[in-house]
């Protein structure tokens, strides 16, 4: 059939489209910035089959009270919606075949002219998906075409395309089917899937239909970091039933502060302390480090040099450890293993403390051998960070190292080498910020790998933190710089370790 040809072409011309964009929108996808008021976008959902007149007339208030877009309802109960929302500007939507969308078109058209007169807006008709399936593209069109006449001029029909059971592919051709068909939007269900909508998908959907058509999304949009996405993805309505928690989070959003991916760079020591790394790996974690701009590079004293003629050129500090990893060396030895590091250019030392003199609470050696160190590095200018290893600590025992740190003249208090069974944990950073003077900052090892982790030690006071993840962790920092989304967090969790 000819209509069977079209779809073929229409399809395989998105497809081939999809393919040379990579994914991306073209089609004037707002960022976070641009979307303004969320409440415009929201659906208030109560579609249960239990959905009793109370809580009804509950989500119909809640709609007019939040000024939200829409208020979708059972056709049960239309008519109620519709006297509630009457003069608010929020409006009625329902639903016509669902949820299989199996019905005969006759019933559908039914259910159509039943619910404008009782007072719908919008209409969301669901697909016949077994008749897509059989490939009967001539009757899906014919049955989409049939429920845009019943409501014409009287309320706009989306239709709902159950996109559980399709392929890419067929997620394209229902889309083609849908706009050849007139109708005023899409909805994107995985009803009888997951249940959840997917950013990907939506991306897709919109890059199918082009630009001037709704797209309704709905499961698991409970938040509006979540809600944002789904837009910048090209959603025009969100379906939701957490829909007041979604507006009461987008306002905590805009009150939090926003970061730019420099600022976490700043804090970025590159970690290339394995044992293991090859002169290689060192160059191209040298490479990573300059690309993304971090604060140092963190290296083992043999590649310091290498390290520094690799890093010319950049702002891109070196930094070294000195008595790592257990700080059991004699201080001599550190004194000495510090003059020759900044002989070789670094401009940061990363110290362990003696971890078993500090148990031992051989209190003024612990703060003798800090002070060695810090005294012939700050003799040329170079900042000392010291390592507590905070896993073999009480809370006790790290209270009184930072005290002993800063009393030594440290400049940082660091909680971990990475090489004991466990790293920085939130609590302990907080310990440590609470217990040292604003004069001695905070550092953060072991355990963060994702940009989530580091604006959680952000939070709890580190102003550096040791990576390996640090790609991973910029280019997450730069998307949702691109996103609007990168603000201050206002706590989180670590795992701990490397």
Request: hydrophobic share 45%.
């Amino acid at each position: 059939m000819e209509i069977d040809k079209l779809i073929e072409r229409i399809t395989s011309e998105v497809v081939s489209k999809v393919a040379q964009e990579g994914g991306k929108i073209s089609f004037g996808a707002p960022s976070q910035a641009g979307i303004g008021n969320i409440a415009s976008y929201i659906d208030h959902t109560l579609l249960k089959p239990d959905s009793s007149i109370e809580q009804t007339r509950k989500i119909c208030q809640e709609a007019k009270d939040y000024g939200f877009a829409t208020a979708c309802v059972l056709p049960w109960h239309v008519k109620m919606a519709a006297e509630i929302l009457r003069g608010s500007g929020t409006k009625v939507c329902t639903v016509a075949g669902f949820p299989y969308g199996a019905a005969s078109t006759a019933a559908k058209v039914s259910e159509i002219c039943e619910a404008v007169a009782n007072g719908a807006d919008v209409i969301d008709v669901y697909m016949n998906t077994a008749a897509f399936k059989s490939g009967d593209y001539a009757a899906v069109k014919a049955d989409i075409e049939a429920c845009v006449q019943a409501a014409k001029g009287r309320a706009k029909i989306r239709s709902v395309a159950e996109m559980t059971f399709m392929s890419e592919e067929e997620k394209i051709k229902a889309c083609t089917l849908i706009k050849m068909a007139g109708a005023d939007g899409i909805k994107v269900s995985n009803f009888l899937g997951s249940g959840k909508a997917s950013v990907e998908e939506t991306r897709l959907i919109r890059q199918a239909v082009g630009p001037g058509m709704d797209i309704k999304v709905d499961g698991g949009i409970k938040d509006y970091g979540t809600a944002a996405a789904f837009i910048m993805a090209g959603a025009t309505v969100l379906g939701c039933s957490a829909s007041i928690d979604i507006v009461k989070s987008a306002s905590a959003a805009s009150q939090k502060k926003k970061l730019t991916s420099r600022d976490i760079a700043a804090m970025i020591d590159h970690s290339l302390l394995r044992p293991q790394l090859t002169r290689e790996e060192v160059v191209e974690g040298c490479r990573i480090a300059k690309q993304y701009a971090v604060a140092s590079v963190c290296v083992k004293p043999c590649d310091v040099a290498l390290s520094k003629k690799e890093l010319e050129g950049s702002n891109v500090l070196v930094t070294t450890v000195i008595g790592f990893p257990h700080g059991s060396h004699r201080t001599e030895a550190k004194v000495m293993e510090a003059k020759l590091a900044m002989d070789d250019g670094a401009v940061e030392l990363d110290m362990v403390l003696n971890i078993g003199r500090l148990l031992s609470r051989e209190f003024d050696l612990v703060e003798k051998d800090i002070k060695a160190v810090v005294d012939v590095a700050h003799a040329r200018g170079v900042i000392v960070k010291v390592i507590l290893e905070n896993f073999y600590l009480t809370d006790e025992l790290k209270e009184i190292a930072c005290r002993i740190c800063e009393k030594a003249g440290a400049d940082f208090v660091k909680t971990s080498t990475g090489f004991a069974a466990g790293g920085a944990t939130i609590p302990d950073l907080k310990l440590m910020r609470k217990t040292c003077s604003p004069r001695v900052r905070v550092k953060a090892a072991g355990g963060v790998r994702t940009l989530d982790g580091a604006l959680a030690v952000r939070a709890a006071g580190a102003v550096r933190f040791g990576a390996t993840a640090t790609k991973a962790i910029m280019e997450e920092a730069m998307k949702r710089e691109r996103e609007g989304t990168l603000v201050e967090a206002e706590g989180g969790e670590l795992k701990g370790g490397y």
